[in-house]
Structures are given as C-alpha cells and as structure tokens.
C-alpha cells in the first residue's frame, strides 16, 4: 500500500465517474420544454425575476450556524480522549470555548443573531 494504491484508486473514482455522466447520456432521450427551464417553486409559478438581492443576515445567519456547528465536530473526539488526556484537555476545550463565547458576544453585539 503505496503510492500506486493512491493512483489506482484515482483512476478508479475518474472512470466510475466518467462512466456514469456518459451513460446518463447515452441513454437519456431527452426533451426540451419551457418549463424545465424555469425554476421550482413549490409550485408556485414564477412572477417576477429570480434575480434578486437578499438580505445580507440571512448569510451571516448561516455562517454562524455552521461555525457552531462545526464546533461540535471539534467536540467529539475530545470527548473521547479527555480521560487519557487529563488536565490538560479541560483547559484546551475551555479555552475553545471562550474564544467561540467570545464570537457569540461579538456577533450578539452586532447584531447579526436578529432575525429579520
């Protein structure tokens, strides 16, 4: 198990790949029609364009969600190995979570978790 199980195994996921997208297209007939082109809106058809702005909280909504989120990824492990650790994984984990406190304060204090 080297490099060679690295290159084969990336040709490997490319051919599959491949294969798949040039099948899916060999064998799909096909057909064109105005409502394809349009897009789904829980069935509600479309009145005006979809290109519009949104409002830019919606995205910092997100992106906090996910970095909370992720701080939970971080979490499990450490929750694994705290008791082979000791001491010094309950001062690690602390420190992690005063500095994502601290973007909790700071993202309270600008307002970003106000919903529209």
């Not at 198990?1 to 007939?29: D, E, Q, Y």
């Not at 995205?59 to 701080?71: H, K, P, R, S």
């Not at 450490?78 to 984990?93: C, P, Q, R, S």
Request: hydrophobic content about 55%.
């Amino acid at each position: 198990m080297g490099p060679i199980s690295l290159i084969v195994l990336t040709i490997a996921a490319i051919v599959f790949s491949a294969g798949g997208i040039l099948l899916g297209r060999l064998f799909n007939k096909g057909s064109i029609n105005k409502q394809k082109g349009q897009p789904y809106e829980c069935g509600i058809p479309v009145k005006t364009s979809p290109w519009h702005q949104f409002n830019v909280g919606y995205y910092l909504f997100a992106l906090l969600f996910l970095i909370f989120d992720v701080e939970l990824i971080f979490m499990y492990p450490w929750a694994v190995v705290v008791k082979k650790i000791g001491i010094a994984a309950l001062i690690e984990i602390l420190i992690f979570i005063f500095i994502l406190f601290m973007g909790f304060l700071y993202a309270h204090k600008k307002g970003a978790l106000k919903w529209m």
